[in-house]
């Protein structure tokens, strides 16, 4: 469904990324695992168009992507961005109703704004509180919340459990589940490693640019090289 290939990435005599390869299967949930700087948000945001590539590019369904990020969101593309980045002083409904902002078809997103309150119950309780009041758990709902209002095929996800206490990590990874359940494909990029493949199906890992390792999440749980270096376990 998405291929990448040869990607070479730049900040301007930083070279971040440096021929990355890997692709992401229709109802997958593929997996990114890196330390700090490892160029897991520079990936991402290369994908969703917001950088260039020097060299290399991203194929959507076998065509490439356009270079606007919003033509890539209206393919079928929804990027929650680390850190979140909800709209602080709008309410929950509001910032999730601007997450179909490139949607015609009015039936449907009031259809997908119920399935985001099913999935997350939390906020259907706080729709009309203002985004900037919510706690850090409910704004890292709300931003996947508001990227499956766009109708996403294919939701990249970068560090959702970013800060996030023991417990609402665990929320999160059930939601992206669940998420998948819905038939949704997902990239994720996360350093929280033993979390991210337990649910996802295939994992590369990145280290300073390269993809230096890749296959089953199930294999690379198992792993002991993986356990040591990314894992916490000796
Ligand atoms: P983290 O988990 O800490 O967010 P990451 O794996 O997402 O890390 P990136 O943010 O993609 O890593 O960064 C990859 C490399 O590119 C790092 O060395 C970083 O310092 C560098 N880099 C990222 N953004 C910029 C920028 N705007 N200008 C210059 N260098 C940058």
């Given at each position: 469904?998405?291929?990448?290939?040869?990607?070479?990435?730049?900040?301007?005599?930083?070279?971040?990324?440096?021929?990355?390869?890997?692709?992401?299967?229709?109802?997958?949930?593929?997996?990114?695992?890196?330390?700090?700087?490892?160029?897991?948000?520079?990936?991402?945001?290369?994908?969703?168009?917001?950088?260039?590539?020097?060299?290399?590019?991203?194929?959507?369904?076998?065509?490439?992507?356009?270079?606007?990020?919003?033509?890539?969101?209206?393919?079928?593309?929804?990027?929650v961005?680390?850190?979140r980045?909800?709209?602080?002083?709008?309410?929950?409904?509001?910032?999730?109703?601007?997450?179909?902002?490139?949607?015609?078809?009015?039936?449907?997103?009031?259809?997908?704004?119920?399935?985001?309150?099913?999935?997350?119950?939390?906020?259907?309780?706080?729709?009309?509180?203002?985004?900037?009041?919510?706690?850090?758990?409910?704004?890292?709902?709300l931003a996947?919340?508001?990227?499956?209002?766009?109708?996403?095929?294919?939701?990249?996800?970068?560090?959702?459990?970013?800060?996030?206490?023991?417990?609402?990590?665990?929320?999160?990874?059930?939601?992206?589940?669940?998420?998948?359940?819905?038939?949704?494909?997902?990239?994720?990029?996360?350093?929280?490693?033993?979390?991210?493949?337990?649910?996802?199906?295939?994992?590369?890992?990145?280290?300073?640019?390269?993809?230096?390792?890749?296959?089953?999440?199930?294999?690379?749980?198992?792993?002991?090289?993986?356990?040591?270096?990314?894992?916490?376990?000796?």
């Open positions: 469904m998405l291929r990448v290939e040869n990607l070479h990435v730049f900040y301007g005599g930083i070279h971040a990324l440096k021929g990355i390869s890997l692709e992401v299967n229709q109802g997958e949930i593929v997996t990114i695992i890196g330390a700090n700087g490892a160029g897991k948000s520079t990936l991402l945001n290369t994908i969703s168009g917001i950088l260039k590539p020097k060299e290399g590019r991203v194929l959507f369904k076998g065509h490439p992507l356009p270079s606007k990020p919003f033509k890539v969101v209206e393919l079928g593309i929804s990027q961005p680390e850190g980045l909800v709209f602080a002083n709008l309410t929950v409904k509001d910032n999730l109703i601007l997450g179909a902002y490139l949607r015609r078809d009015k039936e449907n997103i009031k259809k997908d704004l119920d399935r985001v309150y099913d999935l997350f119950p939390r906020l259907k309780e706080r729709k009309n509180q203002m985004a900037g009041t919510l706690s850090g758990g409910e704004q890292q709902m996947i919340g508001r990227g499956l209002m766009s109708a996403p095929q294919i939701l990249l996800l970068d560090e959702p459990s970013l800060g996030l206490a023991p417990i609402l990590v665990q929320t999160i990874f059930n939601i992206i589940e669940e998420i998948k359940a819905l038939g949704k494909t997902i990239l994720l990029v996360e350093q929280n490693a033993y979390k991210a493949l337990s649910v996802a199906d295939r994992a590369y890992i990145l280290e300073q640019g390269r993809i230096t390792r890749e296959g089953l999440a199930r294999d690379m749980i198992k792993d002991s090289a993986i356990q040591e270096a990314y894992l916490g376990v000796k």
